[in-house]
């Protein structure tokens, strides 16, 4: 577990925009029970957090379509609600960060961490709004 005072400043990076944090369990079914389209942030502490994935979430914000529900949870802290969510993206293997997008509760896209390292925030975002035009 990191400490909450390291991670207020990654957790924000993306509530400031909209997300709402999902701290266990029953958060995350509430979320992902919600009808319409639901972007889904494994967060972390990596570089490629800081420098590609929060990026380019927040920058695929600017789209007309973007889903109706923006959550997130942060692996290494919230555990329980990181693995209830990664339940959710079966059959993709855990990793973090990843961007998931739902449509009432159904995996439309995905982006695993393999797609998030070494892209610039740009091309994650332009990936995200692909998904955004296709499904919200």
Not at 60 to 70: A, E, I, V
Not at 81 to 88: G, L, S, Y
Not at 111 to 126: D, F, T, W
């Amino acid at each position: 577990m990191y400490p909450a005072e390291l991670v207020r400043p990654m957790r924000e990076d993306l509530t400031k925009v909209g997300f709402s944090e999902l701290h266990n369990i029953e958060e995350v079914e509430t979320a992902m029970a919600k009808k319409g389209t639901t972007l889904v942030v494994v967060n972390s502490v990596c570089g490629c957090a800081a420098a590609n994935a929060r990026p380019g979430a927040r920058e695929s914000l600017q789209n007309t379509n973007r889903p109706d529900h923006l959550v997130t949870v942060f692996a290494g802290v919230d555990k329980d609600a990181t693995n209830k969510a990664r339940e959710f993206m079966v059959p993709f293997p855990p990793s973090s960060p990843c961007m998931a997008l739902f449509k009432n509760g159904e995996l439309v896209h995905m982006l695993e961490r393999h797609h998030i390292e070494g892209r610039p925030a740009q091309l994650i975002a332009e990936n995200l709004i692909d998904a955004y035009n296709t499904y919200c």
